[in-house]
């Protein structure tokens, strides 16, 4: 039997409740801020993104190898070693303010599952990882997530022409482009050289490091 296991650890917000956070902020109007959509100038002018491209790669964040030897299979517990780092980041900033949040909730929708919408960091994460073998072996015990990361669109609240100073649209804002980075749940697991992944993976990632024959 192949010694292998896979535990994914929820993220605090589920998906319909991000998709209600993207739906519902706006800036000072009764409206769902959208592009196109109506919003007061004398209220705020910027604050409105939208997402333009969106990249998910795995990251393997913390590793271990480990050694399994006769007669010692059944419950281990290990300290594995962060080897890189994954935070939330936008416009070259990791402070996340209410604006950002509501980006990201539009990422998780783009990208069909839930992501980071606040300051977070894989630098907080239990080191510890707690795994069953039935076999002796070589393993690689590893933690890791899905980066996100890419480009926004931005909108600024201009006033329509000929209109009352709090009559203004949400309009495209030419060149503006920031740039954003989020990642996915937690992952942990355990592989060996003889454990089945698919491409493209952190299981893949994790087993690559093996040194299989």
Request: charged residues 15%.
């Given at each position: 039997m192949t010694n292998t296991f896979l535990r994914r650890l929820s993220l605090p917000a589920a998906l319909a409740v991000l998709t209600v956070a993207a739906s519902a902020f706006s800036t000072?109007?009764?409206?769902?801020?959208?592009?196109?959509?109506?919003?007061?100038p004398r209220v705020s002018r910027t604050g409105l993104y939208e997402v333009s491209t969106a990249v998910v790669e795995p990251v393997l964040t913390h590793r271990k190898g480990i050694t399994i030897a006769p007669g010692t299979t059944g419950s281990v517990e290990?300290?594995?070693t962060e080897v890189e780092n994954v935070s939330t980041t936008f416009n070259a900033s990791t402070e996340i303010n209410a604006e950002a949040g509501a980006f990201f909730a539009k990422v998780s929708i783009k990208v069909g599952f839930s992501v980071q919408t606040s300051k977070s960091t894989t630098s907080t994460w239990s080191q510890k990882v707690t795994y069953n073998v039935n076999r002796p072996g070589d393993y690689m015990v590893f933690k890791g997530t899905h980066r996100i990361q890419g480009k926004a669109d931005e909108y600024v609240c201009?006033?329509?022409p000929w209109s009352d100073p709090g009559d203004g649209y949400w309009a495209y804002a030419f060149g503006s482009h920031p740039t954003y980075s989020t990642f996915d749940a937690e992952m942990e697991g355990i592989v060996s050289c003889d454990t089945p992944v698919?491409?493209?993976?952190?299981?893949?990632l994790a087993r690559n490091l093996l040194v299989c024959h």
């Open positions: 000072g109007t009764a409206h769902a801020a959208e592009p196109g959509g109506p919003c007061d290990t300290t594995v201009v006033n329509r698919n491409p493209g993976t952190i299981q893949e």
